[in-house]
């Protein structure tokens, strides 16, 4: 298994990034957070600095399984505008994930949806369309080579798509049975 990267501009969801990172290296998975800023403190959409693991250009993506992008705003029309960033998904042969604004505003105009199902979050679907994706509405859309996202609340199952691509279900479902996540129910006891 090949290392993965997770992508944080200033702006960025946190609780669409750091899930992954958590439930991806829970999984066994090499994961690493690049930050596309010149610094390695990265400030998300809620305040929150996180240190990333690599700097962009400290980052060797030669052979790299996912490239992963959280949502947020601005984050994600930070990811867009890095120019570095975006030639590297044009030419990148692995796998894609993307969650929230990050599918319409980051990988449509790339044309990187071209024929793909994908969800993302409401607003940006149109943008995901005029991309030629067919657009689903349901939290995670997870295909051979793309996982898409809707939003913050769906950051867990999104992971888990990850890992059940790269590892199996099987690895998927312990991972989530030990985090306490419950799949095939969604009630809420008060």
Excluded at 26 to 55: F, N, Q, W, Y
Excluded at 110 to 138: M, Q, S
């Amino acid at each position: 298994m090949h290392r993965s990267y997770i992508f944080l501009a200033e702006g960025f969801e946190e609780i669409e990034a750091l899930t992954v990172v958590d439930v991806m290296r829970r999984a066994g998975m090499d994961v690493k957070t690049v930050a596309i800023t010149s610094e390695r403190v990265v400030t998300g959409a809620h305040g929150i600095p996180v240190t990333a693991d690599l700097l962009f250009k400290e980052a060797d993506f030669g052979g790299s399984e996912w490239l992963i992008l959280p949502g947020g705003m601005p984050g994600s029309t930070n990811l867009a505008a890095d120019e570095a960033l975006c030639d590297l998904l044009k030419v990148h042969k692995g796998k894609i994930a993307a969650i929230c604004a990050a599918p319409g505003v980051v990988l449509a105009p790339l044309g990187l949806l071209e024929g793909e199902e994908v969800t993302c979050y409401p607003g940006f679907d149109d943008a995901c369309r005029e991309g030629g994706a067919i657009v689903r509405d349901v939290p995670v859309m997870a295909t051979r080579k793309l996982v898409t996202g809707n939003g913050p609340s769906a950051a867990l199952r999104f992971a888990l798509a990850i890992v059940a691509n790269s590892m199996g279900d099987n690895v998927a479902s312990q991972v989530g049975s030990g985090m306490l996540f419950y799949p095939k129910s969604m009630n809420f006891y008060f």
